[in-house]
């Protein structure tokens, strides 16, 4: 398969310290691919900024302007303590969002056949008007926004398996049947942002679009595994989509340190087998994914070379 990957020196100059979500997230990502030869095998894309105008499909020009603004004052934080910003923090989220928009294109245009993103900062918890949870612009909802508003796509699914979660992505969508969130993420009583309930199925004209599946702390692939092809797949199989996104966030292994489900890089590897064949079944095969989290180094390069290599397999 031609698979894009899309990533940009841009995302290292977001400098956040020693937080937990560092540039050292993408240098670990790239150096596995490169040591196992993946890397090369991938069509490289370096991505684009997005404009302010694309930005703005959903966000409002206060946050954008807050954004560039803190960038530029030498601001240590936007909103809350953990969206921690430096200089280059506009450029690197305008950077991700373009990169996104970009890869959507692409691959709905079929001169890729899919695509993965390895941008920083994430996206999931941004609301239209706030950064939040180390979000400051939306990257996957612009994408399902360009992608309905702009390409004449119909039924597009984002699927959110970061452990967090994305609501954001769940705010813009759920009085829209045209976009079907769908998220399994830990407890929300036990985990940020606390959202993400059961009772959460959308509202008006996107009542039955919005779809969360909390699952307890501790839970293993086994159980994660069951729970997905009983409570989820027949939805996205009934859902039809034209378009598959994932919000492709690897907190929920049993390595990282900022939640406490259990799953190891078998559960990625399905998840990504499952999503490609819904793709393939209904979507023309068009699948796009991109990093929301995923903490602990050696995890994450190895879920995400896992996920990369289910993407590129020829099947
Ligand atoms: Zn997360």
């Known amino acids: 398969m031609n698979t894009g990957f899309y990533t940009n020196p841009i995302y290292l100059e977001h400098d956040t310290g020693s937080h937990p979500e560092n540039a050292n997230r993408l240098r670990a990502i790239q150096e596995k691919l490169e040591s196992e030869g993946l890397l090369e095998r991938l069509i490289l894309q370096s991505g684009r900024s997005a404009t302010s105008q694309e930005i703005k499909l959903l966000h409002s020009e206060k946050l954008i302007s807050a954004v560039e603004a803190a960038a530029e004052s030498g601001a240590r934080t936007l909103h809350t303590p953990d969206c921690i910003i430096s200089a280059q923090t506009f450029n690197a989220a305008a950077h991700a969002v373009g990169s996104v928009l970009d890869g959507v294109i692409e691959v709905a245009e079929r001169r890729l056949d899919n695509a993965f993103c390895a941008v920083r900062p994430p996206g999931h918890h941004a609301e239209n008007d706030s950064a939040m949870g180390f979000c400051f612009f939306n990257n996957i909802a612009l994408a399902a926004e360009f992608l309905t508003r702009e390409m004449g796509?119909?039924?597009?699914?984002?699927?959110?398996?970061?452990?967090?979660?994305?609501?954001?992505?769940?705010h813009f969508f759920e009085e829209?049947?045209?976009?079907?969130?769908?998220?399994?993420?830990?407890d929300p009583r036990t985990s940020f942002p606390g959202t993400g309930f059961a009772h959460e199925r959308g509202s008006g004209g996107g009542a039955g679009f919005t779809l969360n599946v909390p699952v307890p702390p501790g839970m293993g692939d086994e159980e994660y595994l069951q729970i997905f092809y009983d409570q989820v797949?027949?939805?996205?199989?009934?859902?039809?989509?034209?378009?598959?996104?994932?919000?492709?966030?690897?907190?929920?292994?049993?390595?990282?340190?900022?939640?406490?489900?259990?799953?190891?890089?078998?559960?990625?590897?399905?998840?990504?087998?499952?999503?490609?064949?819904?793709a393939e079944q209904y979507a023309g095969g068009r699948i796009m994914s991109l990093l929301e989290g995923g903490y602990d180094l050696n995890a994450l390069s190895s879920c995400v070379q896992e996920h990369l290599l289910i993407l590129h397999a020829e099947d």
């Open 176 to 186: 829209r049947a045209d976009i079907f969130f769908a998220s399994i993420h830990q």
């Open 233 to 278: 797949q027949p939805k996205l199989e009934e859902y039809k989509p034209d378009f598959v996104l994932v919000s492709a966030g690897f907190d929920a292994h049993r390595d990282d340190p900022l939640a406490s489900l259990n799953l190891t890089e078998r559960t990625f590897r399905e998840l990504t087998r499952e999503l490609k064949q819904l």
């Open 153 to 170: 796509f119909k039924r597009v699914l984002i699927f959110d398996f970061d452990v967090h979660h994305g609501n954001g992505t769940q």
